[in-house]
């Protein structure tokens, strides 16, 4: 049996365990499963689930992203160019190479909704919420999609905004992406504390969140007149991607 799996920490909702539970049943693939392997911390528990038989692949979620990356043989240039991994392959030799399909599943669906908006991405400027894994691949897709970006944190730092300086400074940038778990849920009636009374109908806010299907961050985007995107579509792009690399 080839066993495939996501680890992180929780893990009160997984979208991939659903996704390819569903996807084996629907194509006849019969000699795999996917599991749940829940770690507070992977120094305790991931090189013993990396020794075990029939393991074939791992997806990675917050907030494993760059800590697995010490237990790998090798990163792929999608992993290397993000500095994150969210999927792990395991060689027919035994070895693991570490991935990152966000980038692409990020970047698929942000073209293929500006597209359906009519809107491109030439003089668009984007706030990147957040500074976790996710983030690293969305500012990875931002900058190759020649879109200027500013990532905003609790923490003051040379390059980024904190959320203080957001009122003065939001009207300058259309895309909001939030890449923090902010309104997941059960926590639904949270947001990233933006100026939301300041948003209008030029705003696209994207968040990475996916459950609920409408967010409270998205909720108060519509409110204002802006577009606003759940980061499901993001999601099964990087899933099939993920299987892909699987496969390969």
Same mark, same amino acid.
């Given at each position: 049996? +080839?066993?495939?799996?996501?680890?992180?920490?929780?893990?009160?909702?997984?979208? %991939? $365990? /659903?996704?390819? =539970?569903?996807?084996?049943? /629907?194509?006849?693939?019969?000699?795999? /499963?996917?599991? !749940?392997?829940?770690?507070?911390?992977?120094? =305790?528990?991931? #090189?013993? !689930? !990396?020794? $075990?038989?029939?393991? /074939?692949?791992?997806? *990675? =979620?917050? #907030?494993?992203?760059?800590?697995?990356? #010490?237990? !790998?043989?090798?990163?792929?240039? %999608?992993?290397?160019? *993000?500095?994150? *991994? +969210?999927?792990?392959?395991?060689?027919?030799?035994?070895?693991? =190479?570490?991935?990152? %399909?966000?980038?692409?599943?990020?970047?698929? %669906?942000?073209?293929?909704w500006l597209a359906a908006l009519n809107r491109t991405t030439t003089d668009l400027r984007a706030l990147v919420l957040g500074t976790g894994g996710a983030s690293k691949a969305v500012v990875a897709a931002l900058s190759d999609l020649g879109i200027a970006y500013k990532v905003v944190s609790r923490t003051k730092t040379a390059d980024n905004l904190t959320y203080d300086e957001l009122p003065d400074v939001i009207d300058q940038y259309e895309l909001l992406i939030n890449c923090s778990p902010v309104g997941t849920y059960p926590h639904t009636d949270e947001a990233p504390a933006l100026p939301y009374d300041q948003l209008t109908d030029r705003h696209l806010l994207y968040d990475l969140v996916y459950n609920p299907a409408e967010t409270r961050f998205m909720q108060l985007g519509h409110a204002r007149g802006a577009a606003a995107v759940n980061g499901y579509q993001m999601l099964v792009l990087q899933a099939e991607k993920a299987w892909a690399i699987w496969q390969e």
């Open positions: 049996m +080839n066993t495939y799996g996501l680890i992180g920490y929780p893990l009160t909702h997984s979208f %991939s $365990q /659903r996704y390819f =539970t569903e996807k084996f049943a /629907r194509e006849g693939i019969a000699d795999s /499963r996917y599991e !749940l392997f829940e770690m507070p911390d992977v120094a =305790t528990a991931l #090189p013993a !689930l !990396l020794e $075990q038989p029939g393991l /074939r692949g791992l997806n *990675v =979620t917050i #907030p494993h992203k760059q800590a697995v990356q #010490p237990y !790998l043989d090798r990163l792929d240039a %999608s992993a290397e160019k *993000v500095g994150a *991994v +969210n999927v792990i392959k395991i060689e027919a030799d035994g070895s693991r =190479t570490g991935y990152n %399909s966000d980038y692409y599943g990020f970047r698929q %669906s942000l073209e293929d």
